[in-house]
């Protein structure tokens, strides 16, 4: 069964960077798509970034295009997402999610963001705060 297990969120000034960390387990890397989706406070779910299942197709938000870097570390069995020149508005919970490779949202990936509340897989999440 596929575990996800985020870690890395911290409070940052603006203008700084985080990395943020995606333990799988349970798994092979190779079955799912991953990404990134995040929750403000008051706010509905946006994707920020996601990572086809071969790793070669990435997509990215506009809001974090150029700012944020999804990767992944087959021998770790992790998934990444560093995050640059980091703004106030980036403030929110980062859940990490899966989909297996087989499904059409995790084929979406190659060409664009897939919808951010029909990953089938989960983590619990970790905050970011942005601010001074």
């Given at each position: 069964?596929?575990?996800?297990a985020?870690?890395?969120?911290?409070?940052?000034?603006?203008?700084?960077?985080?990395?943020?960390?995606?333990?799988?387990?349970?798994?092979?890397?190779?079955?799912y798509?991953?990404?990134?989706?995040?929750?403000?406070?008051?706010?509905?779910?946006?994707?920020?970034a996601?990572?086809?299942?071969?790793?070669?197709?990435?997509?990215?938000?506009?809001?974090?295009?150029?700012?944020?870097?999804?990767?992944?570390?087959?021998?770790?069995?992790?998934?990444?997402?560093?995050?640059?020149?980091?703004?106030?508005?980036?403030?929110?919970?980062?859940y990490?999610?899966?989909?297996?490779?087989?499904?059409?949202?995790?084929?979406m990936?190659?060409?664009?963001?897939?919808?951010?509340?029909?990953?089938?897989?989960?983590?619990?999440?970790?905050?970011?705060?942005?601010?001074?």
């Amino acid at each position: 069964q596929l575990q996800l297990a985020e870690s890395g969120g911290d409070l940052v000034q603006p203008g700084g960077s985080l990395r943020l960390s995606c333990a799988v387990s349970g798994v092979t890397l190779d079955d799912y798509a991953y990404g990134w989706v995040r929750q403000a406070p008051g706010k509905d779910r946006e994707g920020v970034a996601c990572l086809s299942s071969t790793g070669r197709s990435t997509n990215y938000a506009d809001s974090v295009k150029g700012r944020f870097t999804i990767s992944r570390d087959d021998a770790k069995n992790t998934v990444f997402l560093h995050m640059d020149s980091l703004k106030p508005e980036d403030t929110a919970v980062y859940y990490c999610v899966a989909e297996p490779k087989i499904t059409t949202l995790a084929s979406m990936c190659i060409t664009k963001l897939p919808p951010a509340k029909e990953y089938d897989f989960w983590g619990q999440g970790t905050q970011v705060t942005v601010s001074l």
